[in-house]
């Protein structure tokens, strides 16, 4: 079982940017693909981007495509969430998810195996 930190969130102006990132512990990094997933109030869980085990495939929700950027450093058991342009509708908890023995990353929230804590993110206008 890995267990996933999220951290990085908080209050920004809309058009600045944040940096989300993701620490994993307890199982081998490398062998999960990735996924952030958002949930506003009164949402359902929301597809956000996700990458393979080793970075090469990359997948973004239409609604993030090209203002967010997903990365992952395997050596340091960390994924990123780089968000740039952000928008007041951007508002969300923002949350990490973990899945094994994938290797194209899942856009489902039900596909994935351990997820973090969360973490808010805030766009004033």
């Known amino acids: 079982q890995v267990q996933l930190v999220e951290s990085g969130g908080g209050l920004v102006q809309a058009g600045g940017s944040l940096r989300l990132s993701c620490a994993a512990s307890?199982?081998?990094?490398?062998?999960?693909?990735m996924g952030w997933f958002r949930q506003a109030p009164g949402k359902e869980r929301e597809f956000v981007a996700a990458?393979?085990?080793?970075?090469?495939?990359?997948y973004y929700a239409d609604s993030v495509k090209g203002r967010f950027t997903i990365s992952r450093d395997n050596a340091k058991n960390t994924v990123h969430l780089q968000m740039n342009i952000l928008k007041p509708e951007d508002t969300a908890v923002y949350y990490c998810?973990?899945?094994?023995?994938?290797?194209?990353?899942?856009?489902?929230?039900?596909?994935?195996?351990?997820w973090g804590q969360g973490t808010q993110v805030t766009v004033s206008s």
């Open positions: 307890g199982r081998p990094f490398s062998n999960y693909a």
């Open positions: 998810a973990a899945r094994s023995t994938r290797l194209v990353p899942p856009r489902g929230p039900r596909e994935y195996d351990s």
């Open positions: 990458i393979s085990w080793n970075g090469g495939i990359t």
